[in-house]
């Protein structure tokens, strides 16, 4: 059977935009003031300070646990981290890039704090209320049920072409939380349970294959980012 030895997924460094939604909680403002793309969000200098404390963990795995393929969103902040975090570790592998691990799409939604759709979308905060926050989608953007397809989709691809690599992924918070939910085969209502807890930048999620699944190792780790910031947001 195909299978991967060990899939290890690792949310990118603190991020000017997690700034962003830091300082506008609990105010009154309606948008979050990022002006830039969310593909070309970058990473603040404890969000490269974490990824540096990542490549150190990497560097201390077994051999017989480090990555043998790297497989990142093509947003500048997953990218930039495993770069700075790879550039720690005493072996090389390329990274290779892949559209179904960039972050969720917001739509018309983007750049709106949860007041300010409130105030200028009514009708698409009634709809999310009715629907909930696992099948609701904001036109032009994608619900969570959504990123379930294509990462089923990717990792179908990654059993079929690592068969017994190990696989370390760059991505975001949403998809650790749905990888979770696919490979775990979780209801609805146990991965929004398991969302309540942010995953912290630059945590580690890893699963081993095991009696014949892959199995949970740790989850949202990081006890690595001792001495740097392990934000949240």
Known sequence: MNALQWLTLIRHGESTGNLAHQAVQGTDAEETGITVRDPDIPLTDTGRAQAAALGRWLAALPEDERPTRVVSSPYVRALDTVRIALAQAPYEVGIEVDERLRDREQGVLEGLTPLG??????????RLNR???FYYRPPGGESWADLALRLRSLYRDLERDAP?????VAAHDAII????????????REILEIERTPIAN????RWNWLEGRLSAVSYN?????????????
């Open 117 to 126: 759709v409130r105030r200028r979308h009514p009708e698409e905060a009634e």
């Open 131 to 133: 629907l909930g926050k």
């Open 164 to 168: 017994g690599e190990r696989v370390l």
């Open 177 to 188: 939380v749905m990888t979770r939910y696919v490979l775990e085969g979780l209801s609805e």
């Open 202 to 205: 630059c945590s580690v999620s």
């Open 221 to 233: 780790d990081c006890t690595h980012l001792t001495g740097a910031s392990a934000a949240t947001a």
